[in-house]
């Protein structure tokens, strides 16, 4: 089964802690990328990744670091910098960046108190 | 600076044709029209792209006018998992900059028995 997870599904968090989301994927795609979305938004990009050991930001990266150690993983830490950090985050590859189709994982629900 | 402009919301019989509009006047010769759909609390889907031509899949059928100016996507046969919010996407092909995938808010397509 190829396909994107994410875990945990929900998370909560004290504010002024670090937390790690997970995201691997299966597809042997080269990109992978990480969105953020608001309650009634639209997605927004956080940081993307072309190729291991690489990764550029997006449009909204402050608060928020990367890396991209192995083709099929792409963690993204929510460090204390991050003003608004509660929101659904979602993960998504691709066989290469600006391929038609970006596959998207389920989503991490982070709630931070 | 959105490039898209879509109805916040529709309604649409099941059985029916669900015809979802999307404007954008501003599209430059090299740019797809993309269409994707995020059922509730999970990631969007793909759902398909075109450049001029209408293109139809398993999925859906997409309508470009001729000055592309606007598109309409088609779900042809509507059945209540097809709720969603529907986003349509425009982006150029190819080079570095191309590797996102700007969501706007969408149009909330639901579906009544």
């Known amino acids: 089964d190829g396909g994107i997870t994410q875990s945990p599904k929900y998370l909560f968090r004290k504010e002024g802690q670090n937390v790690t989301l997970s995201c691997e994927q299966n597809l042997n795609h080269d990109a992978m990328y990480w969105y953020r979305q608001d309650p009634g938004q639209g997605l927004r990009l956080i940081y993307y990744s072309q190729i291991v050991n690489d990764f550029q930001k997006g449009d909204i990266a402050e608060g928020y670091s990367v890396s991209r150690e192995k083709k099929e993983s792409f963690p993204l830490t929510v460090t204390s910098a991050q003003k608004n950090p509660t929101a659904f985050y979602l993960c998504?590859?691709?066989?290469?960046?600006?391929?038609?189709?970006?596959?998207f994982g389920p989503g991490t629900r982070l709630t931070v108190t | 600076d959105a490039k898209t402009t879509q109805p916040p919301s529709m309604d649409c019989a099941e059985g029916r044709a669900a015809n979802l509009p999307c404007n954008h006047s501003t599209i430059s010769g090299n740019e797809y029209v993309y269409w994707y759909r995020q059922i509730h609390s999970q990631g969007p889907q793909y759902i398909i792209h075109g450049l001029k031509n209408n293109e139809t899949n398993e999925m859906a059928s997409l309508i470009i006018t001729e000055d592309r100016k606007s598109s309409t996507l088609i779900l042809p046969h509507a059945t209540l998992r097809d709720t969603a919010v529907y986003y349509c996407?425009?982006?150029?092909?190819?080079?570095?900059?191309?590797?996102?995938?700007?969501f706007g808010k969408g149009t909330l397509l639901t579906v009544n028995p």
């Open positions: 996407i425009v982006r150029g092909d190819s080079g570095g900059s191309n590797y996102k995938l700007t």
């Open positions: 998504a590859s691709s066989v290469r960046a600006g391929s038609y189709e970006q596959y």
